[in-house]
């Protein structure tokens, strides 16, 4: 997790005991090329860091596809309306590279507050 610390440090000051309780909710997965990671339309429950690889985002309406956006190492990527709204995905998510990524489960992130 010291990855994942490095990365929230930049940012957040938070104690070693409060983000130790957080990483509670990560696990640590590894995602092949060209695998769908959430599809639009169904519910997603997590948010991901991305340790190494590339993703993309798109939408898909009657056929036609719209790339949204791509992310890369050290970003993190996930459908935040989802997670307030508790609505299914506005997009699709993408492997382009097989990836090494931190997967933040939102609902047991929720229970420790």
Not at 27 to 36: A, D, Q, S, V, Y
Not at 67 to 74: D, Q, Y
Request: charged share 25%; aromatic share 16%.
């Amino acid at each position: 997790m010291d990855f994942l610390k490095n990365y929230f440090g930049t940012f957040l000051r938070l104690s070693p005991e409060s983000l130790d309780l957080i990483f509670t909710t990560v696990t640590k997965e590894k995602i092949k090329k060209k695998e769908l990671i959430v599809e639009q339309g169904k519910p997603n429950h997590y948010m991901y860091v991305i340790k190494k690889g590339l993703v993309k985002a798109y939408t898909e309406v009657d056929g036609d596809v719209q790339v949204v956006s791509f992310w890369m190492e050290n970003e993190t990527f996930g459908d935040v309306s989802t997670y307030i709204t508790g609505c299914c995905s506005t997009k699709s998510y993408v492997a382009l590279e097989d990836l090494e990524v931190y997967k933040f489960d939102i609902n047991k992130f929720r229970a420790l507050f």
